[in-house]
């Protein structure tokens, strides 16, 4: 299987540059799994293919503004960082622009030396591990010297911080927002509630793996990155009660269906648990827990295209994608909205 094998032609006008002002009116296009067939919606209508006794599964991450624009202490070069994992205490995995202004011991200030950063080590595939230097509270410092970590497509200035999170983030630590889950309000989700369908959260922090394309030609030579997750007891528990009684999981976003399917068992059972994983889902995987998908349209390209493929076949999604372009859907991370069920 080939990485060109999930290319399309997309024309650089559909890549939203800012976010709608109403969440829940973006674009829905709604695919069936099984035989392709596609229906054209508004997202607020999803309410209407979930079902009582269903679970929708989001991820609460929180993006932090993991952007930060500094000087070598030395030279006075300018340096960016962009903070990926939190490995322990004030050390971080940070990708460096230029990286050879980063070499091990050299020394990164920020807001005029309120922050500094001396790079420890240099990991595979270029990285820095940084250890970051500072009085007071890291994440107040960071509130104030640190920029959203907007994808590179995204040209245009955001206005509001909030609108790169979901209504429901809690839990900081991303690169990167989990931009399915952009589309909901906290009405359309109470309205989901009352409707009988069950809400359970996962946490994924959202890294590197965003930011860097397949540049392998063969996808079984593709390396996934590492991203820190968590599922609670409590989300199991209802999890595998939801199976149990023959309901749906509907998975928020590819970053929910990663956690799934790595806190998941061979029986198909949910399982506490937190750690790392590098699970990489491409066509000829077989899903063990999620029986559906809503998802924004992905890179030409990408492991998020080839995830979504996995689920219902890549020339089904290509073709979808092929409609989308056709019908101008607005795509990417302030983009409209796929339904997979």
Known sequence: MKTSDFYFDLPEELIAQHPLKDREKSRLLVLDKENGDIEHKVFSDIIDYLEEGDCLVLNNTRVIP?????????????????????????????????????????????????????????????????????????????????EMPLPPYITAQLEDRERYQTVYSKKEGSAAAPTAGLHFTKDLLDKIEKKGIQIAYVTLHVGLGTF??????????????????????????????????????????????????????????????????????????????????????????????????ALTGKESILNAYKVAVDEKYRFFSFGDAMLII
């Open 66 to 146: 993991a952007r930060l624009l500094g000087q070598r202490e030395n030279t006075g070069g300018k340096v960016e960082f962009l903070l990926l994992n939190n490995i322990e205490g004030d050390q971080w995995e940070t990708l460096v622009k230029p990286g050879k202004k980063a070499r091990v011991g050299d020394v990164i200030e920020f807001g005029d030396g309120i922050l500094k950063g001396e790079v420890l080590d240099i990991k595979e595939g270029g990285t820095r591990v940084v250890k970051f230097i500072y009085k007071g509270i890291f994440q107040e410092i960071l509130d104030q010297l640190g």
């Open 212 to 309: 860097r394309p397949v540049k392998v030609d063969d996808v079984n030579e593709h390396k996934m990155h590492s991203e820190f997750f968590e599922v609670s007891e409590e989300t199991a528990g209802i999890i595998n009660k939801v199976k149990e009684n023959g309901g749906r999981i509907i998975s928020v976003g590819t970053t929910s269906t990663r956690t799934l399917e790595s806190a998941t068992d061979e029986e198909g059972k949910v399982k506490e648990c937190s750690g790392w994983t590098e699970i990489f889902i491409y066509p000829g995987y077989e899903f063990k827990v999620i029986d559906g998908l809503i998802t924004n349209f992905h890179l030409p390209e990408s492991t998020l295209i080839m995830l979504v493929s």
